[in-house]
């Protein structure tokens, strides 16, 4: 899957459990498993937003793009540009 979804990272980093985070956010804690295990096929804009306002944080900070399996360093350049 080329977009890989960091929440668990971010839950560790804010050391907060899914459950808080789903209370938070507004969500059930198996949707919100669905989408940190990568099995979501879409994110509302607004659920994007609630989760980046509880766990304070960036949209690119849940979110990455993945080329051919393979993860760039953040800091990298874009190898397209």
């Known amino acids: 899957?080329?977009?890989?979804?960091?929440?668990?990272?971010?839950?560790?980093?804010?050391?907060?459990?899914?459950?808080?985070?789903?209370?938070?956010?507004?969500?059930?804690?198996?949707?919100?498993?669905?989408?940190?295990n990568g099995r979501a096929k879409a994110v509302r804009f607004t659920t994007l937003e609630a989760l980046c306002h509880a766990l304070d944080c960036q949209p690119g900070d849940l979110l990455r793009h993945e080329?051919?399996?393979?993860?760039?360093?953040?800091?990298?350049p874009d190898p397209t540009a």
């Open 1 to 36: 899957m080329p977009i890989v979804v960091d929440i668990d990272v971010m839950l560790a980093r804010r050391k907060m459990s899914v459950g808080e985070l789903a209370e938070r956010v507004g969500i059930t804690p198996a949707n919100l498993a669905v989408l940190k």
């Open 67 to 76: 080329r051919d399996g393979v993860t760039p360093p953040r800091d990298a």
